[in-house]
């Protein structure tokens, strides 16, 4: 490949500027700069990159960006082309230890970076996955099913049934756990999906994925698979679980239950935490540590109720301050069977949106309220706003999370469409979407500054 090209990717500027000063990619080089020195490998560009920057894999394994019109010399000192591509090891099986399946969805779970495009490409099957994370052998045998191959933003109901249906299938072939890989930015909806399609589960179901990719020196990728194979494999929990970072530093995993959870930062490694409650359980690549005792536990029989289904005519509406009412007028002349409002304070939207709000219901159309607050519970009858949004036939949702209320509500309507049917069975709990009441250490919110919470940090937070 460098022989025949030995500036893959690169156009333009960059090009120029290689060619000029003797580099080439995969040359292991010294590149001094306006702005300092800088010694690593040369990589190869994506095919949309721009033409403005040679970047360099660093010792540390960091890639760094540098500007081509600030490069004055370029020295090499070897030459290695990478390969990089994940190795492939045939996983050994060992009738001793359980067996656990691992359903792909998608994602960085386990992963090379393809720098011809610039995309992460997923290793997948148990040999791959026994090259990448060897570790993993130790703890079960692994069977691997890949599902998708999507960015979890374009996870949605069809994939929700068919996951559903594959997780069903695979506890009547008698495996003792469930790994999902999937994308971390809608696995929170995934998870609550699952929670309602997936009851009475006898094994756990555990989600899991990583927020670095596998090539990078602070991947979670290899930490979060091992603890969440280990959740499926010997845990004592029998629920769909969120397997992620504790802390920020790969000491532990938290197993969140599938409708208490929440992506709550778009890249710290420990992003994803339970909301108005405390998670189920630690855990590590060797143990599960139960954090409660009301979790449903692991049984050995096949027995699972799978009721995938769900109508997709839902949406979640984010209230606003001067938000017009020709939102929800649009959602009703569109055909919509559902709306989630996402609203103020303890569950409040303005004046302008009683009218078509109040239609919608006329018509039919079930109409829910959770709380943009994340924490706390929608109490409608505390202020006159919420007592007239009562009367037109909204339905409060106690403290359920928006994105719990939308798949919830999109697989109730699945069933039926009588109103009064909808509300009974939204506030109906399936598995935690609804708590009697909120712990006191559920809701923590670490403000720096604060002089307990700054003495906390320097007592040995991580």
């Given at each position: 490949?460098?022989?025949?090209?030995?500036?893959?990717?690169?156009?333009?500027?960059?090009?120029?500027?290689?060619?000029?000063?003797?580099?080439?990619?995969?040359?292991?080089?010294?590149?001094?700069?306006?702005?300092?020195?800088?010694?690593?490998?040369?990589?190869?560009?994506?095919?949309?990159?721009?033409?403005?920057?040679?970047?360099?894999?660093?010792?540390?394994?960091?890639?760094?960006?540098?500007?081509?019109?600030?490069?004055?010399?370029?020295?090499?000192?070897?030459?290695?082309?990478?390969?990089?591509?994940?190795?492939?090891?045939?996983?050994?099986?060992?009738?001793?230890?359980?067996?656990?399946?691992?359903?792909?969805?998608?994602?960085?779970?386990?992963?090379?970076?393809?720098?011809?495009?610039?995309?992460?490409?997923?290793?997948?099957?148990?040999?791959?996955?026994?090259?990448?994370?060897?570790?993993?052998?130790?703890?079960?045998?692994?069977?691997?099913?890949?599902?998708?191959?999507?960015?979890?933003?374009?996870?949605?109901?069809e994939q929700y049934i068919a996951t559903a249906k594959a997780i069903g299938e695979q506890i009547e072939k008698g495996v003792d756990g469930i790994v999902i890989g999937h994308g971390t930015d809608t696995m929170h909806h995934t998870s609550a999906a699952l929670t309602f399609m997936v009851q009475n589960s006898p094994v756990p179901i555990v989600m899991v994925g990583s927020q670095r990719s596998s090539d990078r020196p602070s991947s979670d990728a290899a930490f979060n698979l091992q603890c969440a194979v280990n959740a499926a494999a010997r845990?004592?929990?029998?629920?769909?679980?969120?397997?992620?970072?504790?802390?920020?530093?790969?000491?532990?995993?938290?197993?969140?239950?599938?409708?208490?959870?929440?992506?709550?930062?778009?890249?710290?490694?420990?992003?994803?935490?339970?909301?108005?409650?405390?998670?189920?359980?630690?855990?590590?690549?060797?143990?599960?540590?139960?954090?409660?005792?009301?979790?449903?536990?692991?049984?050995?029989?096949?027995?699972?109720?799978?009721?995938?289904?769900?109508?997709?005519?839902?949406?979640?509406?984010?209230?606003?301050?001067?938000?017009?009412?020709?939102?929800?007028?649009?959602?009703?002349?569109?055909?919509?069977?559902?709306?989630?409002?996402?609203?103020?304070?303890?569950?409040?939207?303005?004046?302008?949106?009683?009218?078509?709000?109040?239609?919608?219901?006329k018509r039919g159309i079930s109409v829910v309220m959770t709380v943009q607050t994340i924490w706390g519970y929608a109490h409608m009858f505390v202020y006159d706003t919420g007592r007239d949004l009562v009367e037109l036939g909204v339905v409060p949702c106690a403290n359920m999370l928006a994105e719990a209320a939308y798949?919830?509500?999109?697989?109730?309507?699945?069933?039926?469409?009588?109103?009064?049917?909808?509300?009974?069975?939204?506030?109906?709990?399936?598995?935690?979407?609804?708590?009697?009441?909120?712990?006191?250490?559920?809701?923590?919110?670490?403000?720096?500054?604060?002089?307990?919470?700054?003495?906390?940090?320097?007592?040995?937070?991580?």
């Open positions: 490949m460098n022989a025949a090209d030995p500036w893959k990717g690169y156009r333009g500027r960059a090009r120029e500027a290689l060619q000029s000063l003797g580099g080439r990619v995969w040359a292991d080089v010294e590149i001094e700069t306006e702005t300092g020195t800088f010694v690593g490998i040369i990589l190869p560009r994506s095919e949309q990159a721009d033409d403005r920057h040679v970047v360099l894999k660093l010792p540390t394994g960091y890639n760094v960006g540098l500007a081509v019109d600030k490069i004055r010399r370029i020295a090499e000192h070897g030459f290695r082309e990478a390969k990089y591509k994940i190795p492939e090891k045939e996983f050994p099986f060992d009738p001793v230890k359980p067996k656990v399946t691992l359903l792909g969805t998608g994602g960085t779970i386990a992963s090379r970076l393809d720098y011809r495009t610039g995309a992460v490409i997923p290793a997948f099957t148990p040999g791959e996955l026994y090259g990448a994370v060897p570790e993993l052998a130790d703890i079960a045998n692994l069977t691997t099913i890949k599902l998708f191959g999507v960015f979890s933003e374009n996870m949605g109901p845990g004592p929990i029998a629920e769909v679980l969120v397997c992620m970072f504790g802390p920020t530093s790969d000491s532990y995993n938290l197993l969140h239950r599938g409708t208490r959870v929440r992506k709550m930062h778009s890249s710290y490694r420990s992003t994803f935490r339970t909301i108005s409650d405390i998670p189920v359980a630690t855990c590590t690549p060797d143990d599960v540590k139960p954090l409660r005792s009301d979790f449903r536990p692991r049984r050995m029989d096949r027995n699972v109720t799978v009721d995938a289904v769900f109508d997709d005519r839902v949406a979640i509406v984010y209230y606003y301050p001067a938000m017009k009412p020709d939102i929800i007028w649009s959602l009703i002349e569109n055909g919509y069977k559902g709306i989630v409002v996402n609203g103020t304070g303890l569950g409040h939207v303005n004046k302008p949106l009683y009218e078509p709000l109040r239609e919608a219901c798949v919830k509500l999109g697989w109730v309507l699945a069933h039926t469409h009588e109103r009064e049917e909808v509300a009974r069975r939204m506030l109906e709990p399936v598995n935690g979407e609804i708590t009697e009441r909120e712990p006191p250490d559920g809701y923590l919110v670490f403000q720096g500054g604060l002089p307990e919470v700054e003495e906390f940090l320097r007592r040995g937070w991580r």
